[in-house]
Nanobody, 127 residues
Framework: VQLQASGGGLVQAGGSLRLSCVFSGGSASSAAMGWFRQAPGKEREFVAGVSWTGSRKYYADSVKGRFTVSRDNAENTVYLQMNNLEPEDTAIYYC?????????????????????WGQGTQVTVSS
């Protein structure tokens, strides 16, 4: 399985970006997807997650109301729409894939839960 994240860039505070993550080499079936980010000097943290049907979505408190995760299984693509960006959102954003029967609970916020990772895309928000 390969994951390719894209869509990062430089944006002013209050602006928007849409990240995409295309996965290949595997089936979308039972493939939940997560978005994480890592700022310099900080640990990688959970941002958002979506079940393989798209019916369940999860967000970190810091992005609720500003970020929206969605997926298009026909295109094997997951999106992260980021609105009202803040300088604190500056980080490398990673998509990750989880193959399993159940996606939920606190474990979805842990990096070790996910089986595959993309290479990351840089998001920089200027003040």
């Amino acid at each position: 399985v390969q994951l390719q994240a894209s869509g990062g860039g430089l944006v002013q505070a209050g602006g928007s970006l849409r990240l995409s993550c295309v996965f290949s080499g595997g089936s979308a079936s039972s493939a939940a997807m997560g978005w994480f980010r890592q700022a310099p000097g900080k640990e990688r943290e959970f941002v958002a997650g979506v079940s393989w049907t798209g019916s369940r979505k999860y967000y970190a408190d810091s992005v609720k109301g500003r970020f929206t995760v969605s997926r298009d299984n026909a295109e094997n693509t997951v999106y992260l729409q980021m609105n009202n960006l803040e300088p604190e959102d500056t980080a490398i954003y990673y998509c990750a894939l989880y193959h399993g029967l159940y996606y939920g609970g606190d474990t979805i916020r842990e990096t070790k839960t996910y089986n595959y990772w993309g290479q990351g895309t840089q998001v920089t928000v200027s003040s």
